[in-house]
T-cell receptor, first 114, second 115 residues
Framework: AQSVTQPDIHITVSEGASLELRCNYS??????LFWYVQSPGQGLQLLLK??????LVQGIKGFEAEFKRSQSSFNLRKPSVHWSDAAEYFC????????????FGTGTRLQVTL | DTGVSQDPRHKITKRGQNVTFRCDPI?????LYWYRQTLGQGPEFLTY????????KSRLLSDRFSAERPKGSFSTLEIQRTEQGDSAMYLC?????????????FGPGTRLTVT
């Protein structure tokens, strides 16, 4: 069975500081990996995805993530956080070939201090 | 492209009542998904459709839950004899089968409160 672990429930960073949100997955084959962001009252928005190829993927809003197969990780990074990045971030894994049923982690709430 | 829409956005009901939610996917998206999100948790998969066929159902979807997508366009999720444990945000998403995006576009959700 596929699973996702986001070990950090809540992270606080100062505006302008760098950010790394951790994600570890468990999947029996090559996974499809995703990061979504959810702001209060908003739907989930896809930040980036990994299917194959280059293990460093670029997304929207200046985010990037690196897939490390040996560590079963897909950590999300941003070099300089903006106050508007405050939100809940979810890592998700989907089955290879279809990405139909997504399994999400429990999320990391990001707070940005000015 | 107006995005995925869900109706209603909020629903308060008494225990034991039936409720029905509607989801309108992005036009031409042939896949439609339902997820449930409780407080402090990530979304949990409930079921998904490809066109009008329901291809997979989670064990979370008890006999009190039923989902339909009669014409392969909008979908409804019905909960019969609601229980307090059904209180959650119900999310709908849609995507295009095939291609290389596999991106699920989510709607704003329907928040259900069972009193």
């Amino acid at each position: 069975a596929q699973s996702v672990t986001q070990p950090d429930i809540h992270i606080t960073v100062s505006e302008g500081a760098s950010l790394e949100l951790r994600c570890n997955y468990s999947y029996g084959a090559t996974p499809y990996l995703f990061w979504y962001v959810q702001s209060p009252g908003q739907g989930l928005q896809l930040l980036l995805k990994y299917f194959s190829g280059d293990t460093l993927v670029q997304g929207i809003k200046g985010f990037e993530a690196e897939f490390k197969r040996s560590q079963s990780s897909f950590n999300l990074r941003k070099p300089s956080v903006h106050w508007s990045d405050a939100a809940e971030y979810f890592c998700a894994v989907g089955p290879y070939g279809t990405a139909s049923k997504l399994t999400f982690g429990t999320g990391t709430r990001l707070q940005v201090t000015l | 492209d107006t995005g995925v829409s869900q109706d209603p956005r909020h629903k308060i009901t008494k225990r034991g009542q039936n409720v029905t939610f509607r989801c309108d996917p992005i036009s031409e998206h042939n896949r439609l998904y339902w997820y449930r999100q409780t407080l402090g948790q990530g979304p949990e998969f409930l079921t998904y459709f490809q066109n009008e066929a329901q291809l997979e159902k989670s064990r979370l979807l008890s006999d009190r839950f039923s989902a339909e997508r009669p014409k392969g366009s909008f979908s409804t999720l019905e909960i019969q004899r609601t229980e307090q444990g059904d209180s959650a945000m119900y999310l709908c998403a849609s995507s295009v089968d095939g291609g290389w995006t596999y991106e699920q576009y989510f709607g704003p959700g329907t928040r259900l409160t069972v009193t």
